[in-house]
C-alpha cells in the first residue's frame, strides 16, 4: 500500500455512501510488543457500536458487518501492519461496502482513532499526505556522492557516483626529484598535481550535483536533504540545476561511509526538522499577508468565506483545530488548493488565528 497523497485526500472529499462509513488511523509503534494498538482498535469500534445503539435495524447491522470485518483484517495472518500507521476508510454496509486503504511511513499524530459518520474524516489523511513526501537525501563528500530515497518511512540507495583518482602521475614526478637542488621542482609538481585534483573534486561534485537534480526530477521528488562538510555541499549545491527540486542542508556531518541501515534515524530527525522549518514559513508567511492588507485571510470566519468562493491558494491549518478542521480542508481540496496541515511552534503562532490562515489566489 502506498503513503496517501493529495490526490487521494481530494478523490475522497466527495464521498458520501447512503449509510455513511468508518474512518480508522492507526499507528504502529515498532518497539510495541503487545500490540497495543489492537486493544485501542477493538475500543474505538465498541464505542462506535455502543453510541449507535439506538441506530435504525439496517444500520446497526450494517455497523456490527463493518467493525467485524475491520477486526478480521488484523487477524488474517497473511496481513503485517505498515511499518509505522495505516489509515482506511470502510462504507457501512452489511455486505460489498466499498472501502480504502493506506499505509503510512509516518504515524497518524492520534495513537487510534475510530470515527463513524456521513463523509470521511479527512485531516488526518492530509496530515499524512504532508508528512509522507517522499525526499531525495544526498550524502555528500570530496569524491563520493550517495543518493538515497527517503519515503514511507523507509530509506534506500538510488545511485552512488565516485570520483576515480590516481596519484601515479605525483608518485613518478616525487620519485625523478633525487635531493638537493631538485628538490624545488618535485614540490611544484605536488603543488601542480594537488591544484588538479582539488579541481577536479570540485568538477566532480558539480557533475554529481547536476546528476542528483535530474534523478529527482525524473522521480518526481520535489524536495531534497544534503548532509556532508559545507564547503563540499556548496561545490555539489552549485551544479544542481534543477528548478522544480527544493534542496536544503541538513547537517555538515561527513556521512559518507556510514551504512544505509544505520543512517535511518539520522535522517528520519532531519526530514521531522526540516518539515518544522517549512511549517514556521508557512505560516509566517500567511500572518505577514494579513497584516500587510494583502493577499491573506485569518480566523474560521474569514478564511471559511473564502473557501467557499474558491479564492484560497494555501490553507494552513492547526493539526488540532478538530471539528471545524475537515469542512476547510473538504472546501480547499475542492478548489485544488494547497493545504499545509501544521504542529508544534507553527501551530502555536496560528493561535492568534483561531488555528487558520490562508494565502488568497486574490
Known sequence: MAHPTFEDARRLSDWRPPLGLVSVYLAFDPADRGGAWRTELRNGLDALLDAAKDA????????????????DRYEDGDHRPPPRGEAGFVEVAE???????????????????????????????????????????????????RLLSFAEGRLSELEDWELEVTSLDWRERKAQSGGGPTHGVGSSGKDEYGDRLDHNRHRFLGEAGALVGRELEERGIRRALAFGPAIDLEHFESGMNAPNVTLAVAETADLISVPTGKLHDTVA???????????????????????????????????????????????????????????????????????????????AALGEAEGVAAILRY
Open 269 to 347: 530527525a532531519a526530514v521531522e526538522n526540516a518539515d518544522a522549518e517549512r511549517e514556521s514559513r508557512l505560516v509566517a508567511a500567511a500572518l505577514e499577508e494579513v497584516r500587510g492588507g494583502g493577499r491573506g485571510a485569518s480566523g474560521l470566519q474569514d478564511v471559511g468565506e473564502a473557501v467557499e468562493e474558491g479564492r484560497v491558494e494555501r490553507l494552513v491549518i492547526d493539526a488540532a483545530l478538530g471539528e471545524a478542521a475537515e469542512s476547510l480542508i473538504r472546501g480547499a481540496l475542492n478548489v485544488s488548493a494547497k493545504v499545509s496541515v501544521v504542529h508544534g511552534p507553527a501551530a
Open 56 to 71: 435504525d435495524h439496517e444500520r446497526r447491522i450494517a455497523l456490527r458487518a463493518v467493525a467485524k470485518r475491520i477486526i
Open 95 to 145: 455486505k460489498g461496502g466499498e472501502e480504502h486503504w493506506w499505509g503510512t511511513g509516518a504515524a497518524p499524530h492520534a495513537s487510534a482513532c475510530v470515527k463513524l459518520g456521513e463523509r470521511p474524516a479527512l485531516a488526518p489523511l492530509v496530515d499524512l499526505a504532508c508528512r509522507g513526501e517522499a525526499r531525495g537525501i544526498a550524502i555528500v563528500s570530496l569524491e563520493r556522492v
